[in-house]
């Protein structure tokens, strides 16, 4: 009782002293060693709550509320230190949760934000690898597989799982928009690797999904463009302003795709519509030189 009312007070420094006075008269009693261990995780001491935990764990191997408690200890410790970015720390009291909890779902989590955060990529795979296992239908892990994929420029790995989650839950906004940016992601990894074949047809799947996502609808423009193929080029920019009316990328496009196709009347039209609009001196010079090429 005595504890109980510094606890109450969250006088941790007395509420210790006459527990170490209780478990000095009775060095064995569960209930006074339990009391101690919540006492010290309050003071932030979880290596020494822990050690008391894991000691009734041990006597009572068959009491669940003691392993629970040893969890609790490492998990909330590991918490503490990642919101510290001691990451080092923080894996070694996660190590410790899955050592009593294997498949422990709140510190797998942690473990791969932990990994990935330090770009122990192939680390974080493993530990969502392991969680995937005992939980083998969780979403919340199989998105956060897909990132970590998609972080270690893997974007086809991480394509064939948000497309599955997608596939599953067809009404779910979220997992269609990470497909639909994995897609984007992928392409737009070919198109910088001069790869504009490979790049072209990963755009169109993600415009097949959502037709008014910019980033496809401009590096499909851009890539038409370079292969100097200009009516299918303004087949897209005419479908992008459709969406996006007041858009300084898109209405350049279509004044250079209009160029391009030696339209030159039409070209100066766009290119002046664009200088009205956006009227910095780059846009005013083009809208100039296109007037001169009427």
């Known amino acids: 009782m005595a504890a109980n009312t510094y606890i109450t007070q969250k006088d941790y420094t007395r509420a210790l002293d006459v527990l170490d006075k209780a478990l000095a008269a009775h060095p064995d009693n569960p209930r006074f060693m339990m009391k101690k261990s919540s006492v010290l995780a309050e003071t932030g001491r979880y290596d020494e709550a822990a050690a008391i935990a894991q000691e009734l764990q041990q ?36 190590d410790l ?42 979403k919340e892990m199989l998105l956060k597989k897909a990132s970590v994929y998609t972080d270690m420029q893997h974007y086809a790995d991480a394509n064939a799982i948000n497309r599955q989650l997608m596939e599953r839950y067809p009404f779910t906004t979220r997992y269609r928009k990470a497909y639909v940016e994995g897609l984007v992601s992928e392409g737009l990894a070919y198109w910088r690797n001069n790869r504009p074949d490979s790049a072209f047809p990963v755009f169109q799947q993600a415009l097949a999904i959502d037709k008014k996502d910019s980033l496809a609808l401009l590096n499909s423009m851009n890539i ?10 303004l087949i897209y920019t005419n479908e992008a302003l459709k969406y996006y009316p007041e858009s300084e990328n898109f209405l350049q496009r279509r004044a250079l795709n209009l160029e391009g196709k030696k339209d030159y009347e039409a070209a100066a039209l766009a290119a002046d519509s664009l200088a009205r609009k956006w009227p910095t001196a780059d846009n005013k010079d083009y809208a100039a030189l296109m007037a001169s090429k009427d």
């Open 224 to 233: 038409l463009y370079a292969r100097q193929s200009y009516d299918s080029a």
């Open 59 to 94: 006597r009572f191997p068959d009491n669940e509320r003691y392993s629970t408690f040893v969890t609790d200890m490492h998990l909330t410790a590991g918490r503490l230190f990642m919101q510290a970015e001691e990451y080092t720390l923080a894996k070694g009291q996660l």
């Open 97 to 138: 949760v899955l050592q009593n909890d294997p498949g422990n779902l709140e510190a797998l989590n942690y473990l791969v934000n932990l990994e990935s955060a330090r770009q122990q990529y192939d680390s974080a795979i493993y530990y969502a690898d392991r969680a995937l296992q005992a939980h083998p239908d969780n």
